[in-house]
């Protein structure tokens, strides 16, 4: 069985992951590039921006199971 790190393209000691949301390093750019391809040089912003994404998609899946159960209805 593959570890979890093993399913992304992108592997760097620096990346950020919190719950779902993930942050890349990029080392060409010593800095983290953002959703949509901005960058930050400053880790506070690049971990909240992860978990941003970890809250969007915690809300996402809840309203995903929330659907389900009403449509099993």
Do not use: C
């Amino acid at each position: 069985m593959r570890d979890s790190n093993s399913l992304f393209r992108f592997n760097h000691p620096n990346d950020i992951t919190i719950g779902a949301g993930r942050v890349i390093y990029e080392p060409a750019y010593e800095a983290w590039v953002l959703p949509g391809g901005a960058k930050t040089k400053v880790r506070k912003r690049a971990e909240d921006v992860a978990k941003a994404i970890d809250g969007l998609a915690a809300r996402e899946e809840a309203l995903r199971k929330a659907l389900w159960k009403a449509r099993q209805k």
